[in-house]
């Protein structure tokens, strides 16, 4: 699965940014998709998760009431919409795969359980 991230860039706190990851395979209806962050100096942090039928897991004490994950697999792509958007969410955003449906012990928040990652696209949030 290649995916292509897009839609980052620079606001300011407050703003509102929506991403888009497009996935170039056939059967994108099939895998769960992941967003997760890097800040520099840091690990990839779990931002949000969609199942293949729309069951979504967010990061509730960074992310929850603020952002949304959606995906229309007619397009082949997954969103991510940013609102109220903070300083401390400026970060590389990253979209990922995974098409084996596990579900239990956290496992969509740990980046090692996907697959294929897109390159990347750039949150910068100032105050």
């Known amino acids: 699965v290649q995916l292509q991230a897009s839609g980052g860039g620079s606001v300011q706190a407050g703003g509102s940014l929506r991403l888009s990851c497009a996935a170039s395979v056939r059967t994108f209806s099939r895998y769960d998709m992941g967003w997760f962050r890097q800040a520099p100096g840091t690990g990839r942090e779990f931002v949000a998760h969609i199942t293949w039928s729309g069951g979504v897991t967010y990061n509730v004490d960074r992310v929850k009431g603020r952002f949304t994950i959606s995906r229309d697999n007619t397009k082949n792509t997954v969103y991510l919409q940013m609102n109220s958007l903070k300083p401390e969410d400026t970060a590389v955003y990253y979209c990922?795969?995974?098409?084996?449906?596990?579900?239990?012990?956290?496992?969509?928040?740990?980046?090692?359980?996907?697959?294929?990652w897109g390159q990347g696209t750039l949150v910068t949030v100032s105050s």
């Open positions: 990922a795969a995974d098409g084996r449906h596990f579900y239990v012990n956290n496992y969509v928040q740990n980046p090692d359980n996907y697959c294929c």
